[in-house]
């Protein structure tokens, strides 16, 4: 693959990714807008398949797309430090942390509801007792 160029179905059956979404990544500026062949084909290379690997590696972590700019931005200069991107790390994290707790207190509050389920009729049902409201005026 090194100097062979993909189209763009090709591009897309290597890293996972949707045509479609291809194009999307293309509007928005993630992925550099590829040569054109004669015919007016897209045409992409290594960098593409590079990058896109890398945007779907991303987004498949939970990283935003514009966490995803920004850290392709912070990876163009690689003398830099990067600092700024153990930030975007960072701050992930705790959001996915954040998320991993909403989750237990949600598995928490489901088997509760199941646990008190006593498979009887609809209209004693405890699970639907509990996902009705109690009082509305």
Same mark, same amino acid.
């Given at each position: ?68 700019? /920004?850290?392709?931005?912070?990876? $163009?200069? +690689?003398?830099?430090?990067? !600092?700024?991107?153990?930030? %975007?790390? *960072?701050? #992930?994290?705790?959001? /996915?942390?954040?998320?991993?707790? $909403?989750? +237990?207190?949600?598995?928490? !509050?489901?088997?509760?509801? %199941?646990? *008190?389920? #006593?498979?009887?009729? /609809? ?15």
């Amino acid at each position: 693959m090194q100097n062979r160029n993909l189209t763009i179905g090709e591009l897309g059956r290597l890293t996972g990714t949707k045509v479609e979404t291809i194009r999307y990544y293309e509007r928005i500026g993630l992925l550099v807008e590829p040569g054109r062949t004669a015919g007016n084909y897209r045409t992409y290379g290594p960098e593409h398949l590079n990058r896109l690997s890398f945007v779907r590696r991303s987004r498949d972590l939970g990283f935003s797309l514009e966490q995803i700019r /920004v850290l392709l931005d912070l990876s $163009d200069d +690689q003398d830099r430090s990067c !600092e700024a991107i153990d930030a %975007i790390a *960072r701050q #992930h994290l705790t959001e /996915v942390e954040r998320k991993i707790a $909403d989750l +237990q207190a949600l598995r928490r !509050e489901l088997n509760s509801m %199941i646990d *008190r389920c #006593h498979r009887g009729t /609809v209209a004693e049902c405890r699970i639907i007792e509990a996902l009705s409201p109690h009082d509305v005026h």
